[in-house]
């Protein structure tokens, strides 16, 4: 996938308003939420295939973040490419679950969250959601919303 247009980058910035783990509004990129390089898609990003990340959050999604990244809808698996929409993504900032459009975060429930994650990766997002339970410890005793 190719990097996006200077109007998609815009409007996904306006549209999360922050980096979508820490909030901060400096040192702003366009994630991929799919694998991008290596030869893949040529084509240019529409808004729901992004979203807005610092630069340090961006670059650990790769790294030690990975799993969490999953679990939390930052990034999604290359198979779940054409199924971005059904993906939504956790606000840290907000503690909030949203499914992403062109233009605004739609609210969602924990429970349609996790209904909707499961129904694109199964049991490996369990996985990753236990690995994000490790590396982001609860918050005043609350979880970040699971659906129970």
Known sequence: MSAPTVLTRAAVYLRDGGCVVCG??????????????AGGDTRRPIPEEGLTACAIHNERFESDLQQAALAFGWKIRDWAEGQAFLVPVFHMPTR????????????????????????VYGDDWLEWKAEADRIFPPIEGRRYSWAR
């Open 24 to 37: 901060t509004v400096r040192h702003l990129t366009f994630q991929h939420r799919a694998r991008v390089g």
């Open 96 to 119: 909030t679950w949203f499914r992403l459009s062109a233009s605004e975060r739609i609210v969602t429930t924990p429970t349609v969250a996790q209904d909707l994650m499961i129904d």
